[in-house]
């Protein structure tokens, strides 16, 4: 498999790269830390087997498409990923993130996303957006150190967990084109609003 479609990217600390299948271990230390995964939409895993379900189905069905950005971070000092950053490649483009709590108050999130969207507007992706549950503020923080703009909040039913969320939906065109808003979630719901000095 040609690993052009997601090149590895490299920062002051951190090394971004595709997980692969010696990364169980660390996906699952990932993706099954409650605390990491209270604002993501999927119950932590409860096995390696699981992660390795998670891996086939999430991360090598992104790295057969012409472009994939599935990154593990990992620290330019140790082998493991301690977090993901990952950018859609459907309409939204969307932006998410995870990182072991041990690691967070550090900014590494800020900086491996500032690399993914370097990579993005190199590629030609022409903007990102971003959400964020409203109970989880910091997460915007991230968003707003990266240049993304607020646009509107709303409501959707969260899967699997099946619960209402209120979203903050931020964005950062990409292409000069700095009046475009997706629209997408704000067509889709139908408790929508705009919040004032956010």
Known sequence: MDSTNTPALETERLILRRFTEKDLDALFHIYSDEEVNTYLPWFPLASVEEAGVLFKEKYLEVYRQPHGYHYAICLKNGQAPVGYIHAGTDGSHDLGY?????????????????AVVGQLKKDGVPFITATHDIRNPRSGGVMKQLGMH????YEEQWQPKDIPVIFRL???NLDGQENRVYMEYWNQSSIRFKEAGV
């Open 98 to 114: 995870g990182l072991l709590k041990e690691f967070w108050h550090r900014s590494l999130v800020t900086e491996a996303a500032r």
């Open 150 to 153: 607020y646009q509107y909040s």
């Open 170 to 172: 931020y964005q950062l």
